[in-house]
């Protein structure tokens, strides 16, 4: 209990209890002659040695916990213009683009009850286009887009998401979170 009124953690103070009980007992089984003595007196030093390491890990762990003066915050870089090309090569590998943040261009081909209120897929560009490039699901706050909205917006890459298509094969497309439409 005087260790878990000084911060210890209760693993810590449990181990330093066990040892001690196990310390005691292989007190008495060694002054009385037993054999049995040495094996408690082996794991009583064994679970000392552990409440010690356990000790010592939980110290060191509430030392090196969070300061009290914050790192300052890395403003996140600007969105920034790409090309169609430069959609294609995230499109085909949005997991090596995670975090990229970009201005895209679409057209919202599904906002329904599948999607819900929080992702729509569109066809993306990376410039205005007729003819947008490829499929993509943008997250976020995309509530006031409906079917056959065009937009342009600056987003995140969160990376590749997979879904059933109307014939029943899976699809992955690039997931991108909405930060702010334009």
Request: aromatic fraction near 0%; proline fraction near 0%; glycine fraction near 12%.
């Given at each position: 209990m005087l260790g878990l009124l000084l911060g210890f953690n209760p693993v810590t103070v449990t181990l330093w209890l066990v040892a001690l009980v196990v310390g005691v007992i292989?007190?008495?089984?060694?002054?009385?002659?037993?054999s049995a003595g040495q094996v408690f007196a082996v794991l009583s030093v064994v679970f000392v040695g552990v409440a010690f390491l356990g000790m010592i890990i939980g110290s060191a762990a509430t030392s090196t916990g969070t300061s009290a003066v914050a790192a300052p915050a890395v403003a996140p870089q600007p969105a920034r213009s790409i090309t169609d090309r430069e959609w294609q090569q995230i499109a085909r590998d949005p997991e090596a683009h995670r975090?990229?943040?970009?201005v895209v261009h679409g057209e919202v081909f599904q906002a329904d009850s599948m999607t819900g209120t929080e992702a729509?897929?569109?066809?993306?560009?990376g410039q205005p286009s007729e003819y947008p490039d490829s499929t993509a699901m943008v997250t976020g706050s995309v509530s006031e887009l409906v079917e056959g909205d065009k937009f342009t917006a600056e987003?995140?890459?969160a990376g590749s998401f997979d879904y059933t298509n109307?014939?029943?094969g899976t699809v992955s497309a690039p997931e991108l979170t909405l930060i702010k439409l334009r």
């Open positions: 292989a007190m008495r089984r060694v002054h009385t002659g037993r975090g990229e943040r970009i729509i897929m569109a066809d993306i560009s987003v995140q890459v109307l014939m029943g």
